[in-house]
């Protein structure tokens, strides 16, 4: 083989395989850029033919104005609490549980991991109907502990879930060790394994802060006050009849977006990390 | 495990068991209870497996199960294929690959209703930026409705499922890659074998694990989704996206008869089941090899 010809093909490869990882990226973040460069136009910007890639007047004026059109505060602060109140309640009670089931032997323990598992796969439609009528009979509906109660139930197993797989990784003798040197099991736990699974711990708490934060069906079902209303559930209602205003639309959209954006900022990198190495390898 | 901790351990797993056991295991049997009984808001009367009878004679059920199908065969499938194209692009592990990782994830962040909402801009017939650029690059003579034309409406929805979730397949198959030893590549290259024969013998039967999973995940979450198709299309045109969760959505809360929302809900959870099954009972057949 010439050397001329071995030296072009891994260039023209190399080449090709970054024009293609481009358009991929291209096609992943367009419609996201695009909702931002949306919600700061003015109705002439938006409806503008042809449609400019950047408004020629930039304004946070949607923004304002989808505020006093929606209590998109409201959504947020419900939004929030739910979020952050399930995830509290959660993450101490499924550490425990993981490490329980991590290392403890019990009879049928295969079993029950077997259904925590299946429960990560439940359809929420399938649980949400049983769900209101137990939630209107106790006059939980538009309530926030009725929206935890239900939001619980599928945080809760995926935490187990998760965190076992991080206890598993830690060797036992870690434990022992700690319990040799005069710590109960339980200090054990919270001052030798807590610590060393901290990474997977706050993997697996963001993850599922942006589920809870991201979650329709049960907002959709169980909070339809406006008062008590979710985000991912009031947004959508600015889509009235007929036109849609797009701009503030996309404002409210992106305010939406905005936390789990600025945390993906921050941590998403351990995120991807801990998808790639295989963390979810079930 | 130490002897004088037996019942330690289940002061670890009590508080979860409890738990789940109410707000998970009690509303479900509850529900399956439900899909007995018919009602007018309040479930008075026992009928058996009326519910049940009603749905399978009912034409719309076999609409919808066939729109699922559709659904989600065919985004799943174009996850792996996309998926698996990225997964390769960010193989090596340079820097400008594990920026290019975690931007690419960004559609994974947006809740699935926003998604609905930045697309429906995106596929507005007379202001949106896709029809734009079809027609001036002349692929489309005029504009399209791309969620209110009943030929394209199943189509559309499937292209914003796609596109929401085929880097996080791409991750998880990146996952599997990585975890392929050198040397089996090695020991095919010293082979002879051409860049395909090494992604059918080599790199393929190494994913099979990842693929598994991924596959069962994701057919799961794609089955069930109902937030994207309700705030993009509520099912329509007519019921050209109407998916049995929508279905089941439209029957317990707009027709207000939980009990048969209830019997959908229970035959949507067997379909799951059998489709999961059918993915790990292959998976082990092909590990007795």
Redesign the interface.
Known sequence: MEKSKLNLKPIFLRTFKTLLLLIFIFFAIFPVFWMFTTSIRLNRDVFSIPPLLWPSHPTLEPYFEVIKERPIGTYFLNTLIVAITTISFSAPVGALGAYGFSRFKFKGSGLILGFILATQMFPYVVIVVPYFQVLASLKLLDTYQGLIIAYTSFCLPFITWMLKGFFDAIPRELDEAAMIDGCSRIQAFIRVILPISLPGLAATIIFAFLVAWNHYVFALVLAQSPDKMLLSVGIPTLMGQFAFPWNLLMAAGFMAILPPIIMYSFLGKYLVKGLTTGAMKG | ??HN?RY??????G???I??TL??VF??I??FV?SFFEDEVI?TQFVGFGNYFEIINNPKFWNSLMITLIFTLSSVGLHFV?GM??AL??NDNSIVN?V????????W??????????????F?PS?G?LN?VFT?IGLISQNIAWLGDPRFALLSVIIVRV?RGF??IG??L???L??IPESQYEAATVDGANSWQIFRFITLPNLK??IT?AL??DL?WT??S??LI??LTEGGPGNATKTI?IR??EE??QFVK?GS??AY??L??VI?IVF?SIVILNSFSKKQD
């Open positions: 495990m130490f901790e330690l351990g289940y002061f670890f797993i508080p979860t068991l738990t789940i707000v998970m509303p479900l509850y529900g439900m479930l996309l194209i990225l692009l960010l594990s290019a990782r975690v931007i690419v994830l960004i559609p962040m947006v809740g699935e209703s926003i998604v609905a909402i930045m697309w429906k801009w995106v507005d202001f930026i734009y001036k596109w880097p996080f991750l998880l990146l996952a599997g990585q975890a694990h990842v999973v069962t995940l799961i089955m069930r109902m937030a309700n705030v969760p089941i959505y317990g809360f939980l929302a209830a809900s229970v949507l959870f799951l999961v």
